[in-house]
T-cell receptor, first 112, second 115 residues
Framework: GENVEQHPSTLSVQEGDSAVIKCTYS??????FPWYKQELGKGPQLIID?????GEKKDQRIAVTLNKTAKHFSLHITETQPEDSAVYFC???????????FGKGTMLLVSP | SAVISQKPSRDICQRGTSLTIQCQVD?????MFWYRQQPGQSLTLIAT?????????ESGFVIDKFPISRPNLTFSTLTVSNMSPEDSSIYLC????????????FGDGTRLSIL
């Protein structure tokens, strides 16, 4: 089955810096890659997703890049703010009605 | 995106008892999912709940321990049976929207502690 590795497990940055979280996947049939943000006491919130027919997708300060050949994808957050502090999860699936496989999560801490 | 409500939001239970968690969605959805998130850990899929058919369980999870109901397209329940301290976790409901299962949106979960 699919295996998703996520790095780093924790990431500390200063407000205004950029943050990058990386994930690799094992199943070359995977074609859908969402990212979730989970704040304390809340459920995971979908923040951005990408399908394998594109290499990059942006939404304001957040971007995701995908390298299908290397089987890795990354989340980029620019101009970080304290409210970006949370646990971020990447996931992968084969799309359609396939299930999601999650990475182990990255705790992002943004210091003022 | 769909609005997903889970009840209860948290509970403390005695070992050996059972608890039923409810998940209500504000629109009709085909696929509903139940996940477990152990403290400080990632999300693990328990089962997929389809309306009108039996739930599909992932490896390591069985119907006797985690019976699921899906009576209509907006509601599902997960029961955690004969609970032990190892069942202390966050239980999350999610729904698939759009194309097939994706994207999935989650409720805020049920925080369960077993004494």
């Amino acid at each position: 089955g699919e295996n998703v590795e996520q790095h780093p497990s924790t990431l500390s940055v200063q407000e205004g810096d950029s943050a990058v979280i990386k994930c690799t996947y094992s199943d070359s049939a995977s074609n859908y890659f969402p990212w979730y943000k989970q704040e304390l006491g809340k459920g995971p919130q979908l923040i951005i997703d990408i399908r394998s027919n594109v290499g990059e997708k942006k939404d304001q300060r957040i971007a995701v890049t995908l390298n299908k050949t290397a089987k890795h994808f990354s989340l980029h957050i620019t101009e970080t703010q304290p409210e970006d502090s949370a646990v971020y999860f990447c996931a992968a699936s084969q799309g359609g009605y396939s299930t999601l496989t999650f990475g182990k999560g990255t705790m992002l801490l943004v210091s003022p | 995106s769909a609005v997903i409500s889970q009840k209860p939001s948290r509970d403390i239970c005695q070992r050996g008892t059972s608890l039923t968690i409810q998940c209500q969605v504000d629109s009709q959805v085909t696929m509903m999912f139940w996940y477990r998130q152990q403290p400080g850990q990632s999300l693990t899929l328990i089962a997929t709940a389809n309306q009108g058919s039996e739930a599909t369980y992932e490896s390591g999870f069985v119907i006797d321990k985690f019976p699921i109901s899906r009576p209509n397209l907006t509601f599902s329940t997960l029961t955690v049976s004969n609970m032990s301290p190892e069942d202390s976790s966050i239980y999350l409901c999610s729904v698939g929207t759009g194309q097939g299962n994706q994207p999935q949106h989650f409720g805020d979960g049920t925080r369960l502690s077993i004494l």
